[in-house]
């Protein structure tokens, strides 16, 4: 998971494997609009380029702690 002043971004395991190689996207919440998360945001096409930047960011900081990248895909439901 990764949080900002303004988002929560959280991945899951599907596999629930320690150090998994892939991981589904499944929690994005706006804390400035939904402070108390109430409403995911995760697979929704106008939050798509956030969830992109912070998946970049997520990546980012798995390599820099050490640990190998791995691969995170969107979430299973997709709004259009």
């Not at 990764?2 to 320690?18: C, D, F, G, I, S």
Request: overall charge positive; hydrophobic content about 35%; cysteine-free.
């Amino acid at each position: 998971a990764l949080r900002t002043p303004q988002w929560t971004y959280a991945v899951a395991n599907p596999k629930r494997e320690p150090a998994s190689a892939r991981y589904n996207e499944y929690m994005l919440y706006d804390l400035f609009a939904d402070p108390y998360q109430h409403t995911n945001l995760a697979g929704r096409t106008e939050y798509r380029e956030i969830s992109e930047k912070l998946r970049a960011r997520l990546l980012a900081r798995i390599v820099e702690s050490g640990g190998a990248k791995p691969v995170i895909d969107p979430p299973f439901i997709s709004y259009v």
